[in-house]
């Protein structure tokens, strides 16, 4: 049985000692309160605390009669379950953290994206699937995200580019979806609490072990302290030979010799590596785990960080060391997401959780130099801390949501870097100078 909240608070000194302990404000405790229950990433530090165990936090199950129509469920950390109608993959994701997306578009491109590895997406625009599928918005050769929670069942595809409809694709791809859930309930919940633990089945036999689930999604320690980069990486280098950015008219970009760049893959999507080669650079990409005398070894005029999955506390073990070489070796360096936030650690600053991360292409970013707003397409867990950054780096972006740090500048070490995807894809273009703005460093 589910220990009551208050008698949790109690046992911590009250709700700001609670506050204290988990790192969080006292609105987030009072949040708690009102939404009847603690984020599962919390559990152990309260535990250590107070003598509970992991069982006290999440209740059983009380419903266990499926509802009628109910092929699938959604199972949160504390025992929550969201019943609907599974569609995709069969099968049982392994535990995952529960995200929400507010794009509107560009759905297929999302799941697509390595950074989303570890997590099942709740898409908040509900209709998810109206124009199907295609081999060209693929954004790398398979899904990372492990399950997909709409609202609305997946409409007949409408779109002239469809080659498959969303199910089918899903199901290709061994990845179930679930629909039928009140997905704004849902992201009201993760706004409030942050995002929990879950698991999602769609059993092809209709059983469904909901205690199983609970203790399952509830074991999980989160992705903190998660290293997903080695897992998403490519194994071996290889150059970027698919062309540059896709346009209405002419399909993908042609493009010929230019600066040679070496990207580092931290889980990199390829619309990033077509904005490099039509910015004008000969990209070489090379693993995760990629030493400094092979990434020089190719000679390169600059060094891409990319995007990527998980905790950059942990990816930062190996990749910061290399990063730092680079430096030493005075090659520019641009970064973005996860590799902004490897770049701003290397430069001596610090990383953490966000409560809920920014996910979507209509995140709003202040440029503090220009004072220029952008429209941003982001997907992160983690931010830099500010007030860690040492002197010599400079803030140059904002995110107006929440105030974290979307961009960082070292004017003297000729590197920069931007918590968001200026790439896009899905997304608005508005950063796309970027990549201009890298090459013109290249000399």
């Not at 390169?300 to 950059?312: E, I, K, R, Y």
């Not at 140059?396 to 931007?418: M, P, Q, W, Y």
Request: proline fraction near 6%; charge should be negative; aromatic fraction near 8%.
């Amino acid at each position: 049985m589910q220990t009551p909240i208050d008698e949790i608070l109690r046992r911590l000194g009250g709700a700001d000692a609670a506050a204290t302990l988990t790192g969080v404000s006292p609105e987030a405790v009072r949040k708690w309160r009102s939404g009847g229950a603690i984020p599962a990433r919390h559990w152990p530090a309260i535990c250590a605390a107070t003598g509970l165990t992991m069982a006290d936090f999440s209740t059983p199950p009380a419903e266990t009669e499926i509802p009628p129509g109910a092929t699938a469920a959604l199972v949160l950390a504390d025992g929550s379950v969201f019943w609907g109608r599974g569609f995709g993959a069969f099968g049982v994701t392994a535990p995952s953290e529960l995200c929400f997306n507010t794009g509107l578009t560009g759905y297929q491109e999302t799941l697509t994206d390595p950074s989303y590895a570890g997590q099942i997406i709740t898409f908040t625009f509900p209709h998810i699937g109206n124009v199907g599928t295609n081999p060209e918005d693929m954004e790398a050769a398979q899904i990372f995200a492990r399950g997909l929670v709409v609202k609305e069942d997946s409409a007949p595809p409408s779109n002239y580019r469809s080659t498959a409809d969303l199910g089918s694709w899903l199901k290709k791809m061994g990845v179930p979806g679930i629909s039928g859930i009140d997905t704004r309930a849902l992201t009201l919940r993760i706004r409030d609490l942050g995002a929990p633990s879950a698991v999602m089945a769609y059993p092809e036999d209709g059983r469904f072990d909901l205690s199983a689930l609970v203790a399952t999604a509830a074991a999980w320690a989160g992705l903190e302290g998660l290293d997903l980069a080695k897992e998403v990486s490519c194994t071996q280098s290889y150059k970027w030979e698919d062309g540059g950015s896709w346009s209405w008219a002419d399909g993908f970009a042609k493009t010929g010799a230019g600066k040679r760049v070496v990207a580092i893959d931290y889980g990199a999507k390829r619309n990033i590596l077509r904005s490099l080669a039509s910015a004008g650079c000969e990209v070489f990409v090379v693993p995760a785990t990629a030493t400094f005398e092979q990434v020089m070894s190719l000679n390169p005029a600059g060094v891409f960080l990319s995007n990527g999955p998980g905790d950059p506390a942990a990816t930062a073990a190996y990749a910061v060391p290399v990063i730092q070489q680079i430096i030493m070796a005075g090659r520019p360096i641009f970064g973005i997401c996860l590799g902004h936030q490897l770049l701003a650690t290397a430069l001596g600053g610090r990383t953490y959780k966000l409560e809920r991360g920014h996910r979507g292409a209509n995140q709003p970013v202040q440029d503090l130099v220009t004072g220029k707003v952008e429209i941003t397409s982001q997907n992160h867990g983690f931010a830099v801390d500010q007030a860690s950054l040492p002197e010599g780096v400079e803030v140059t972006h904002v995110s107006l949501f929440d105030g974290s740090n979307e961009g960082i500048a070292c004017k003297a070490k000729r590197v920069f870097s931007v918590q968001y995807h200026p790439e896009a894809s899905p997304g608005p273009s508005d950063s796309s100078y970027l990549f201009k703005r890298f090459v013109e460093m290249l000399g």
